[in-house]
């Protein structure tokens, strides 16, 4: 087994996840089995609780794990599929060496973060090889160098790479070269200084990633390799992307990314087939049909906390030939202006995941005025709830009915929490998470675009439909056309005669990957174009 580690310097926000994802892409296209994981240093003890301003999107994995977003990248950029032991965080770390103690497990010694907490990290590292099968683990380290938390997993590193041989370790280190406007050049300093602290550390990195946002001469790179102690030729850059993060793994391969990682770690290994994933790109850059489509969101400035709905929604687009241009909607705009105002030239309505009672109001004029107009619409999790809610105010005349979420006093809780959810007071306690299986409908679109009649999806939600109200929505037109295999728990609704109206209490953006779109997400872009033709 081949360990890379990559950390990061000077700031955050470097792509280093996206960086380490491409490196998986190259080295499984050159034949190993690529394991991709990620160490966070903050002390919670996952992001399942941290709010999307905090930390963008919480990924979710097929055991139910909550974990950073890029995972998300990870499994999209290559054929692994992760579990919880792939993302590790000071808070599991401490939270697992404080139980140990209590029970004695240390008899009697003082417990210090050199050997404990190193051991536990390590061991981690140790129990992921044995347990996955795979020829290499890329260990991305979240924070930046220099951070305090992230000291103990540096250390931990040093012992590893002094452990198993430092012929089987490779350490790669991300940062930011900055133009400088006055000077008019790029600058090494940061880099200069931020190597200088993980060799402090005792770590000295073997291939330096440059983010830059200009060329990276020659002679820069002899400086990097001057000051930083490694040959010139493993100064790499990492420009910023022009079209599409999947053009990642292509720029890093013309900077020789992946064959000198092959070097340094001995690996002779065929080229990378890359034509397939070329292809994918070129689908990307270059379609012949494009469609608006809006997000109705309460998070829609943040770039991150609709991620994999983002990424998904390309993957369809470049499966139909069609550019998809997102429309981020804030959901209180719908509530200022009419949903009219906002959606009435637009090719599709997608209503994303969400907790609390925020924007709700706007969410449920934006489903009604899809169904109302035929617009295409895509409800994910809350966007499920949300049409549900619509449906029985303006289609079964249920007035005020609600989830019991945003509202405890509804008189029609047509959304609610199951008898066995109530008393869990834990957050996250009650929660159904990972991936659960569903049985379609005969004759449904989803079964249709599935083209099977069981699915396993991934979950992360808390309210469900109720099924007092199924036999009544169901006279009225709905559809449920996905539910729990015991039939108790609604999955996936639709409106039949309605040119694409499907919403899932799962979230399907969580197994789109670039050359195996999901089918729900391919079938409302196709939707979508439809619309755009018929305008
Ligand atoms: N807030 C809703 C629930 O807990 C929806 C969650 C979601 O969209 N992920 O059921």
Redesign the pocket.
């Known amino acids: 087994m081949k360990y890379i580690f990559v950390t990061g310097g000077v700031v955050s926000s470097l792509g280093k996840g996206l960086a380490a994802a491409s490196l998986g892409t190259l080295l499984e296209k050159r034949g190993l089995k690529v394991i991709l994981q990620k160490f966070d240093p903050y002390l919670n003890v996952d992001p399942g609780t941290m709010s999307p301003f905090q930390h963008g999107e919480v990924y979710v994995l097929d055991d139910g794990a909550e974990t950073d977003l890029d995972l998300g990248h990870y499994e999209r950029f290559t054929n692994c599929t992760l579990s919880k032991l792939n993302n590790l965080t000071s808070g599991q770390v401490y939270e697992s060496v404080i139980r140990k103690e209590r029970r004695g497990d240390y008899l009697g010694a003082t417990v210090q973060v050199i050997p404990h907490v190193t051991d536990e990290i390590k061991n981690r590292i140790h129990k992921v090889a044995r347990e996955m099968d795979g020829d290499i683990i890329i260990t991305e380290i979240g924070g930046t160098t220099g951070d305090i938390e992230g000291l103990p997993f540096l250390e931990a590193m040093r012992q590893f790479n002094d452990e198993v041989g430092s012929e089987n370790v490779l350490f790669i280190h991300a940062t930011l070269v900055p133009f400088i406007r006055a000077a008019g050049e790029l600058k090494t300093k940061p880099t200069q200084q931020s190597v200088a602290k993980l060799r402090e550390i005792g770590i000295q990195p073997q291939i330096i990633l440059c983010r830059a946002e200009q060329e990276v001469d020659d002679e820069l790179r002899s400086k990097i390799s001057m000051f930083c102690n490694l040959p010139k030729s493993n100064v790499i850059q990492f420009l910023d992307l022009e079209h599409t993060i999947y053009e990642a793994p292509l720029e890093l391969r013309k900077e020789r990314f992946d064959q000198i990682v092959c070097d340094a770690l001995g690996l002779d290994l065929p080229d990378p087939d890359l034509s397939e994933w070329k292809s994918f790109v070129n689908r990307i850059i270059h379609p012949s049909n494009e469609i608006r489509i809006a997000v109705v969101g309460k998070y829609i400035e943040l770039q991150d906390a609709y991620k994999s709905i983002y990424e998904a929604l390309t993957h369809a687009g470049a499966s139909n030939d069609c550019r998809v241009s997102i429309v981020r909607l804030d959901s209180k705009e719908i509530v200022a202006d009419g949903a009219a105002a906002h959606l009435s030239d637009l090719h599709g309505i997608l209503i994303?995941?969400?907790?609390?009672e925020r924007g709700i109001e706007g969410k449920v004029a934006a489903a009604q005025y899809a169904r109302e107009n035929n617009i295409p619409y895509f409800g994910?999790?809350?966007?499920m709830?949300i049409a549900t809610i619509e449906f029985a105010r303006n289609v079964c005349g249920l007035e005020n009915a609600n989830?019991s979420?945003f509202d405890p006093d509804t008189p029609h809780p047509v959304?609610c929490l199951l008898e066995e959810q109530k008393d869990v007071d834990e957050k996250g306690g009650s929660?159904r998470l990972g991936t659960w299986e569903t049985l379609l409908t005969k004759g449904s679109r989803s079964q249709e675009l599935y083209g099977s009649d069981k699915v396993n999806e991934r979950h992360?939600?808390?309210?469900?439909f109720n099924q007092d109200y199924r036999q009544q929505m169901e006279e009225a037109g709905l559809l449920i056309a996905g539910t729990s295999p015991d039939g108790t728990l609604t999955e996936i609704i639709e409106l039949p005669e309605h040119p694409f109206f499907v919403a899932s209490q799962f979230?399907p953006e969580f197994r789109s990957r670039p050359n195996k779109p999901h089918p729900l997400f391919a079938g409302f872009v196709k939707a979508g174009l439809e619309c755009a033709k018929k305008a």
């Open positions: 994303p995941g969400g907790f609390g994910l999790c809350l966007g709830q989830s979420e959304i929660m992360r939600h808390r309210y469900e979230h």
